[in-house]
């Protein structure tokens, strides 16, 4: 144990993701901070920064320090370690998945991201974020953006992912709903020759985002509708014309669900039947059986029609 003034340790240089969420006020002066000697009189943070910034807050010059004479990457180790036991934010996980990977041998950094809290599943999403940058890591982190899409929203010129993290950013869109605009926005840019700023700001679209009614999963389910008839306008006016046939044939919409292949690529049609009465059942294969040749051909592939 050693007193070391405040103003010659530092903060850690890895495995560090911000000073800024590092909250001071939670720290307990009581333990001491453990510093990696770097020179004489010249210290580094292994474990402590709380403490070390609840001090600078205060009216104090000096603290008491342990100091472990180890090597830099031996210190690095052993703050992985000391911190093992606590939630780790994103930023820190990718931290330390990267430190790992670089400076331990592969039969060793499978266990110590174990080690670390850091299971299976978050050390594969970690290691794909490692080259991300901050803007796209905080994305993730808050829940706007799906992991498994941050090399699709990096990609994007930087005007567009202006837009899209804007749009994200405002409605809970699910992993499915991400991707489809990630794919479509970009598409429907190019084949309008308009910038996706100017799309998401069109009449129809600003109206339906602004809605003080509709709640904001029901702005999410409009928004894709209204995207999805835009970039597939063929495809929708027929999937729209096959729905409105389905509602003229379905005998008992409740209990008799029609679903067609997917994009009506196949030829085929599946027919799924809840039923907990006999005479309804009777009634409705009767009705069924009512069914003409032709419109059981349009309801089997309609593109042929």
Not at 99 to 127: F, H, V
Request: proline share 5%; aromatic share 8%.
């Amino acid at each position: 144990m050693r007193k070391v003034q405040l103003n010659r340790i530092h903060l850690p240089e890895d495995l560090f993701y911000s000073p800024d969420s590092a909250n001071s006020a939670t720290a307990n002066l009581h333990f001491p901070i453990i510093v990696l000697t770097r020179s004489e009189g010249d210290y580094q943070i292994i474990d402590g920064v709380k403490r070390y910034q609840k001090l600078l807050e205060s009216s104090e010059t000096h603290c008491t320090c342990l100091c472990a004479e180890v090597s830099k990457e031996e210190g690095a180790f052993l703050r992985i370690l000391f911190n093992s036991s606590r939630p780790r934010t994103l930023e820190e996980k990718i931290n330390i998945t990267k430190w790992l990977k670089n400076n331990r041998p592969e039969s060793d950094y499978l266990m110590l991201t174990q080690t670390a809290g850091i299971s299976s599943r978050e050390r594969y999403e970690c290691e794909l974020l490692i080259q991300m940058e901050q803007s796209v890591i905080g994305l993730i982190r808050d829940g706007h953006l799906d992991s498994s899409l941050a090399q699709d929203f990096s990609s994007l010129p930087q005007d567009q992912k202006t837009s899209i993290k804007h749009l994200f950013t405002s409605l809970p869109f699910t992993r499915q709903n991400q991707r489809e605009l990630l794919q479509w926005l970009p598409e429907l840019s190019c084949r309008e020759n308009r910038s996706i700023e100017e799309i998401l700001r069109s009449e129809q679209i600003e109206t339906l985002l602004t809605d003080q009614v509709i709640n904001a999963p029901q702005k999410v389910q409009k928004l894709r509708a209204v995207l999805y008839q835009r970039r597939f306008p063929i495809f929708s006016s027929m999937e729209q014309s096959w729905k409105s046939r389905v509602k003229q044939i379905n005998p008992m919409p409740s209990n008799v669900q029609f679903t067609p292949s997917p994009g009506f690529e196949k030829k085929g049609l599946e027919i799924r039947i809840t039923l907990n009465d006999a005479k309804k059942a009777e009634k409705l294969f009767s009705e069924l059986g009512k069914v003409s040749a032709e419109e059981w051909d349009y309801l089997i592939l309609p593109q042929n029609q």
